[in-house]
């Protein structure tokens, strides 16, 4: 164990209420892998159980298709977590993890992890603050699925990239523009889709490119493409 | 307090770990309320953060589309509860929540419930655990609507409510015959759907109704349709 693995757990924001003795404790009991970008870290169908610390890095969490396409459930970037459920119930994995960046991940075993959270209630607290979102996200998603049609779940996820970039006079700017993949495997849709109803956005006046930002010009008009028809 | 809504803690699950006195304190701090078949108990909208504990009774999770089709989250039965996501992170309900039948709710305020996890460490991990439940059931249903198509989904319906009552001629009954509604807003799909997909599928002799049962006569045919698409 490295001084420097001691340190790197302070990252960890699930980890802050915890004394640097008792991250230190954690860290000796973990193992420590290093990954490079594209790398697989979690295979869905594998029978390991431990929660995961993205130490440094950034991962994404999928499933894959039949016919390949992927389907992405969550970004998670260095001081973050993964791979809680599996650690918690004992359960399979649920979706497959991959490095998006060269990555270092600090495996927790299942009986440590619940070790932690059933003798920190505040780390537990966290953990189910952090599931509370998690489900809150998936309810949304369900709903989008089950009500718009392709063209507004791209529409909702472009308001939703939007948001933190809204500026006083109704625009927003998406920096770097965003991946027409990136979008197809959160929305459930084809880049195709993706493309095409960028290119009639963009037709329309309602988006413009400029050099790496996308520039969304009237964000109430597109929430309220998206609201019309979620019924909000 | 009564004698008998002490007693009717000891059926509620999440508090197996707690003694006698301790549920006596939290039920002391519930508001109690009864409810009619088909009266809502939370509004989506409201603003109450309350944990509810279903005392007597069944209630349904559900949300509406803008056209009023209702899409169904989960059922919960006397002894679980619902609505401890806001209780967890004070944030809105995600969703709405209608009594099924004659219902008793014992509601527990925010800061309580947040206090009982936070010293019980076992409520805390049994909260964890179905919230992990409800998680992988959520990732289900978003890989299923992403990928499969509405017939597929009410295929997969009928394999997960006939599983428990598979026998080892391959056959399996449903019994009662569910409502074509329930499992129309189960896989976000409409009445007429379903109704269509079960008559193709007795047309093709897969099922068979007699009286008040579902017979599926074919049940590893049926997961085969199913997982041909989903590619399991």
Request: aromatic residues 4%.
């Amino acid at each position: 164990m490295s001084e420097a693995q001691i340190a790197s757990l302070d990252q960890i924001d699930l980890f802050a209420s915890l004394t640097p003795e008792e991250r230190a404790t954690i860290v000796r009991q973990c193992r420590w892998r290093r990954y490079k970008e594209d790398e697989q870290i979690i295979d869905h169908l594998s029978d390991t159980r431990d929660a995961c610390l993205v130490v440094e890095g950034r991962v994404r969490v999928v499933m894959f298709s039949m016919s390949g396409r992927e389907i992405s459930f969550d970004d998670v970037s260095a001081g973050g977590y993964m791979g809680e459920l599996s650690a918690l119930d004992g359960g399979r994995r649920s979706a497959t993890v991959i490095a998006l960046t060269d990555t270092l991940i600090a495996f927790v075993p299942p009986r440590l992890f619940q070790e932690i959270v059933t003798t920190h209630p505040r780390v537990a607290l966290i953990v189910m603050q952090r599931m509370a979102a998690v489900i809150r996200n998936a309810t949304g998603r369900i709903m989008d699925l089950s009500t718009l049609g392709a063209n507004n779940r791209v529409h909702a996820e472009i308001v939703r990239l939007a948001k933190p970039g809204l500026r006083p006079d109704n625009t927003a700017e998406i920096t770097p523009i965003p991946v027409h993949g990136d979008i197809a495997s959160r929305v459930s849709t084809t880049r195709e889709t993706v493309a095409r109803v960028l290119s009639d956005l963009a037709r329309s006046g309602l988006v413009e490119r400029r050099g790496h930002t996308l520039v969304v010009k009237d964000y109430t008009r597109l929430v309220d493409m998206v609201e019309e028809v979620r019924g909000e």
